[in-house]
Every structure is written in C-alpha cells, then in structure tokens.
C-alpha cells in the first residue's frame, strides 16, 4: 500500500512529536520549517562561545516526553541526559525572605516551618488533593475536544469535582495556606501560561504539584536538545526536514487541505496538513480568508492571549553561586501582574526569573564562565508599546536588581556577549502574533472545546498542534497535542 503523506509547518516541539510518531507509524513525514534550525521556540543560538535556549528552560513532567519516544519504540534516555533539580528553585521576596522549595521532604518541612511557621500541615493538604486533581485531569487533557461528543466524555464529568474552573488559583490556595508569599509560592506557575494568578482559572493549581510531584529537570546542552532530539527521531524514521523553507499558503481543494505551497513558490501535496506554527500568525498569514469563516482577523483580535516576555542573554566571564532557577518577585507582585495583564504597563518594579545553567550543565560555555538568561514577563503587543524606545532604560533597570536582588553583584563588569529579543521582536522576528509568547490564554472559555480543535474546523485532512491548540501551552501539553493529532490522523486510517 502506498504510504500515505504528511506535511508539517513548523518544526517547533508540537509539529516536532506529531512528526515522530507519525514517520514511525509508517508514514512519510515532511517537515517545513522557516529558520535555519528547528525547535522554534524552543531553540537555540550561539553568542560566541556561549549557548542559550531561546525560551523554555523548566522541564516538567518527563514521564510525558519518555512516553513520545516510547510510541516509535526508543528510550529518551538514550538520546539526552536528564538532571533532576534540588532545590527546583530559588523563590526571593523583596522583605528578604528566600524559600527554595525541593522535593526532599525533610528539608521542605524543615523551610516552611522555619519560613512560614504552622505552614506543612497545609502543604501536606494541597499534595494530598492536588494529587487526587491530577489523576483525574490528566485523562481529560490526553484526549481531543473535536465534537460535542468528545467533550461530554465520562473522564470529564469524573473530573468535573476537581475541575474548579469558577475560582481563581490565588483565592483557591487560600484553602491551604495563610501567608501571602506561601500562596505565591504555589501560584506563580500561572506565569508558565502567561496568566495571572488572580485570574487564572483553579484547575491549573495542578502545575505547582506537577513540580512537587514529579520534579523540575534540565537536558545536558539546553531544553533545544529535546527538539534537535525529535528531528533526529524524524530522521531516523525515514522522514524528512526542510529547513529555510517556510510555507507561504494551505492548498485548501474542495473543503480539504491537499498540500501547501512554499516560499519560492514550489507546490507539495499530501494526504495531510499539520500547523505547528503560532496558531494566530497561521490564521493570518498561511490560510486563506475564503477557507476559514470563523477565524477572521476581528475574530483572532477579540481573542484572548498570554503576556509577553523581555529577554536578556548575557555570556558572562565568571560563575555566580546562585541556584539554577531563580525568580525574584517585585515588592508588590499582584500590582506587577496587573501592569502585565490589565493595564499593559511597563512596570517600575518587575519581578524577574534568572537562570544560570552553569550550575548543573558545564556543556554551555568555556569553564570558569557562565550563560545567564533573565526572562521578565511583560504585556503582550496589544499594549501598543514601542519597545525600541523602552528597551535601554528598561535594560538597566534590570541589571540593577539582577545585581542587587539577585545576587550576581558587578554582573555589569563580566558581560562578554550580550542578546535582547523584546515583545515587538517575539512578534516580528519569531512570528508570534502579539508576542504573546504563551499562546492564547487559558481561561476557561479558550479551554477544551473552546481551544482551536486538534482536528481543525474549518477544513478537513488539517490538524494543529503547538501551544495555540488543545491541551494548551507548555512542553508537555504541547508534546500531548502532537500526539493527539497524531492519533486522530492515525485513527482517520485504520478504523
Ligand atoms: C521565553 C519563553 C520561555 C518559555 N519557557 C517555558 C518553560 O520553561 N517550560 C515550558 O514547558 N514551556 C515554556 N515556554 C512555552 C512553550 O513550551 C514554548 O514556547 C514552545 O516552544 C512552543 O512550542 P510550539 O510547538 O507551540 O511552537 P514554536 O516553538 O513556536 O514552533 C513553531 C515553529 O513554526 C515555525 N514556523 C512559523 N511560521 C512558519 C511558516 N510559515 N513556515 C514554516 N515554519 C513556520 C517557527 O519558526 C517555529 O519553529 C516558553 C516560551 C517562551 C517564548
């Protein structure tokens, strides 16, 4: 039989684990991909001698990405070396507190009673529920939302006591815990999805227990490895990635994607479409208006999304004993996550994550130096704000705390090799529509059924995966995407 073909736009994580499993079902796999490298997002560049992921840096649930490589039948420890973190990271308070939270529970307990005395009994609450809630989500989250039909599935309704979609995630962990710092502590994940922790939906109290439960990790080389990993896996199987080669429109004939056609203007047809690129850009740019109705640029517009991020890459001559995650939270943190998400404001008071990867992986750079990357969320490009005009005061601004708050003192005096990419820049340089780094938002009306759908709507033989579809964003939720499509298109053919 002839074997049936599969085009995919864009080699980030999400087109990347549709595309492995796929090629090791059998089927012939093409992969198109603007850059020079793969991974999108969650790529790499080289400053000098220094490399940097160029977004995601936390892994969490592992299990997630050794099951899409136990589908073609590998072990992913054979590709990548895996680190588990501890502490998972450094949580600084502008009253000076620091928290480092660890899954060894003597030294959790031994923190938090010293920290936030009276405190465990609600930890050991919150692990015992969360634990409950992430059983019966993670069924729910593994499975499409196509059809009314998909949606009313027994899991969900199994799961609807532990859904508590009506509450926001800072007011839920109030159940556990008193003090303000503690509830960030638990609630700051919010951020992962580019929300905020007073607007964010309860359901997604499951990321801070995904991180207690299962542990952070990093890969040797950086978090890219996952997805040069993958291509190689693509490779292995017979499958092809073009790189430079970005996709100009769908071939939509009759109600059904037949191929697509490439910047130079070369025709490819295939029995399948898969979009892994920003799903908003997608809409706007590759599909035509005349094939989609309810995707409309007012419709994509009126949307909800996730806030953006300023970024700071800096190759430094020196090593800084600071753990390998650290966020440094503003002195009022609900007013900096207002200024993100409400008002659209450039903070005077930021919080801000520092990784130094060097603490655990010496593979980035000369010995005796270090590849500092400093994220700092901010509003998406709905805020209208000219970075360019921003950027320089805000850099310092930055450094000051980096160096006053976060511990790395003279930082300023040991930078080698520097590296900015600003929310204009995620938008014009990364195609990320608004630069909302995170993908639409995740409330509970762009959740689920009401999330661009796996299965695409407005045409057939098409399907998304990435951080825009259903489950969500993230490098878990995005690898489930892959293979849920992967799986509808698999089911499509052999039932
Ligand atoms: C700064 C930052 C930090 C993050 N941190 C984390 C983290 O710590 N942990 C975590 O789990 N998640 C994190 N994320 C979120 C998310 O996991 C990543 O953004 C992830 O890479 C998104 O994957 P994706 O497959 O949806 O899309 P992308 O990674 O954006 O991949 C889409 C691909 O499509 C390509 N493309 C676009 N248009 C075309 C076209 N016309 N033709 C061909 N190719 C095209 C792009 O070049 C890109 O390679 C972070 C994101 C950012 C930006």
Redesign the pocket.
């Known amino acids: 039989m002839k074997k049936k073909s599969v085009t995919v736009?864009?080699?980030?994580?999400?087109?990347?684990?549709a595309a492995m499993i796929l090629a090791s079902k059998g089927y012939k796999v093409d992969v198109?991909?603007?850059?020079k490298i793969?991974?999108?997002?969650?790529?790499y560049f080289q400053l000098g001698n220094y490399r940097f992921?160029?977004?995601?840096?936390?892994?969490?649930m592992k299990h997630i990405v050794d099951e899409i490589f136990e589908i073609t039948g590998r072990k992913s420890s054979d590709y990548m070396k895996f680190t588990e973190l501890d502490p998972m990271y450094r949580l600084s308070f502008s009253n000076d507190r620091e928290f480092f939270p660890t899954r060894n529970k003597t030294k959790m307990k031994n923190q938090m009673e010293k920290l936030f005395p009276g405190s465990w009994q609600g930890y050991e609450k919150y692990m015992s529920r969360e634990e409950k809630k992430y059983e019966k989500l993670i069924p729910c989250l593994q499975k499409p939302y196509g059809t009314i039909r998909e949606t009313l599935n027994p899991n969900l309704f199994k799961a609807a006591f532990y859904l508590d979609g009506h509450k926001s995630l800072f007011r839920y962990l109030g159940k556990y815990f008193k003090e303000d710092d503690l509830k960030i502590s638990f609630t700051f994940q919010a951020k992962?999805l580019g929300m905020s922790p007073w607007e964010c939906p309860a359901t997604f109290s499951i990321i801070s227990y995904l991180e207690h439960g299962f542990g952070i990790w990093h890969i040797e080389g950086g978090?890219n490895q996952l997805?040069s990993t993958m291509a190689k896996v693509v490779e292995e199987e017979g499958g092809e990635i073009h790189l430079n080669?970005?996709?100009?429109k769908i071939i939509v004939e009759n109600g059904k994607a037949t191929g697509v056609i490439?910047?130079n203007d070369e025709k490819v047809t295939s029995d399948y479409v898969i979009i892994?690129?920003?799903?908003a850009?997608?809409m706007n740019?590759?599909v035509d208006n005349k094939d989609k109705n309810k995707y409309t640029p007012e419709k994509l517009s009126s949307m909800k999304y996730s806030c953006s991020?300023w970024?700071m890459y800096l190759g430094i001559d020196k090593v800084y004993d600071i753990p390998h995650h650290n966020i440094i939270f503003s002195g009022d943190y609900k007013k900096n996550v207002d200024e993100i998400t409400r008002t659209m404001e450039i903070s005077e008071d930021p919080s801000v994550y520092i990784q130094n990867a060097v603490k655990t992986d010496p593979t980035l750079c000369p010995e005796g130096h270090s590849t500092i990357y400093i994220?700092v969320p901010a509003p998406n490009n709905f805020s209208r704000l000219d970075w360019d005009t921003h950027s320089a005061k805000f850099r310092e601004k930055i450094l000051d705390i980096v160096e006053n708050r976060g511990g790395l003192r003279d930082i300023r005096d040991h930078i080698v090799e520097e590296k900015i990419?600003t929310p204009n820049q995620?938008e014009s340089d990364?195609?990320?529509y608004r630069g909302a780094?995170?993908?639409l938002a995740h409330n509970i009306g762009q959740m689920l059924y009401f999330r661009p759908h796996n299965k695409f709507e407005e045409f057939e033989n098409c399907y998304l995966?990435?951080?825009?579809t259903h489950p969500g964003?993230?490098?878990?939720?995005?690898l489930e995407?892959?293979r849920i499509s992967a799986s509808q298109i698999l089911k499509n053919d052999y039932t």
């Open positions: 736009i864009g080699a980030g994580p999400g087109g990347l684990s198109y991909e603007k850059e793969v991974g999108g997002r969650n790529g992921d160029i977004g995601p840096t936390f892994l969490m992962y978090l997805s080669q970005a996709v100009k490439l910047e892994n690129a920003d799903f850009h997608a740019n590759i991020t970024m994220l990419i995620w990364h195609n990320v780094t995170f993908n995966t990435g951080g825009g964003s993230g490098i878990p939720t995005i995407s892959g």
